[in-house]
Structure formats: C-alpha cells, structure tokens
C-alpha cells in the first residue's frame, strides 16, 4: 500500500486470477467506505519485486536481488526501477540501478516518494533502499533520485 503525499491517492497491489495488479483510490472515498478505483493497471512483468510507489499518474516498480542470487553480481546487480503510466499501464521506462554499487552486500528493499518542501511538491524525490551488511548488523541505505519522476505531478483524476 501507498499513498502518494503530493496527490492524495491511496495504491494498493493486490493478486486477482494468479496476476499482479495495481489500483487506484481516492484516499477519502477509501475512509467513508467507497470502493470505486481511479485506475487499475496490471503489474508489467519483473524480476523479485522489492516494492513500489506512486506520484502523479505514474507507478515505479523496484526490482532485484542480493548480490549472489537470482543472477545478481557486484557491482552491477540487476536492480532496476520501472516506471508505468497508471491510466494505460504501458511501461514507460525501466532502468538499472547503480546506486550502492560499492555495497558488499546489497538487496534492494522498498520504495517511497518524498516531498523535501510540501509547498512544491512538483519536486519529489524517488526514495528507494538497499540492505545491506549481514545479520545481525543489517543496515539500510537510502538513495533519492529528482530526474526520473514527472516534471508536474499529474493526478490521475
């Protein structure tokens, strides 16, 4: 779950007929019980899912695994961020990731979006993490990028 803090809309992944979705709710129509979806998108296919976010009228997508596993090698890996527009559910971009490279360990863990001044909120950030080091000591390493997202929130009303 996910609600987006420019817009408002509250998204939820939810699993219908063994497939992935994504949908869209106005965040108060949700409090007085309505249930009518904005948008309803299915989820592209990707690698391990490690978590999404929405802004505007766009979904990322986080995918990847630990250094050593699911074909992931440092320094590389094979984290990638998607981007899908959530009134056509077309992908509009998919990128690898580079950020924490240096990592010895390194598992992409969650997304978010942040609002570093809520009175432009045109000028959010893509938050997303990795874990890192090895238990009991595991870390969390946050990265932001400002390029990837659109240049106006877009709400999908």
């Known amino acids: ?13 939810y699993r219908k007929d063994g497939a992935f979705h994504f949908a ?17 998108v299915l989820q592209p296919q990707v690698g391990t899912f490690q978590g999404f976010a929405s802004y505007g009228g766009y979904l990322y997508l986080l995918e ?3 250094y050593g596993s699911g074909g992931s090698t440092a320094p590389t890996g ?16 998919k990128q690898l990731i580079s ?13 978010a979006i942040r609002l570093p001044d809520a009175g432009h909120p ?8 990795f874990a890192s080091s090895f238990t009991p000591l595991r870390l969390a390493n946050i990265y932001a990028l400002d390029r990837s997202l659109p240049t106006e929130s877009r709400p999908n009303r």
């Open 64 to 66: 990847g695994n630990s």
């Open 122 to 129: 045109q000028k959010a950030e893509l938050c997303f993490g």
């Open 99 to 111: 950020a924490g490279d240096d990592l010895t360990f390194r598992e992409p863990e969650g997304m």
């Open 24 to 40: 869209v709710y106005d965040l108060e129509q949700v409090k007085r019980r309505e249930f009518a979806p904005l948008a309803d």
């Open 78 to 93: 094979n984290t990638y961020i998607t981007t899908v527009d959530l009134k056509t559910g077309n992908v509009l971009d």
């Open 1 to 13: 779950m996910n609600i987006d803090p420019a817009n408002g809309p509250l998204t939820m992944r």
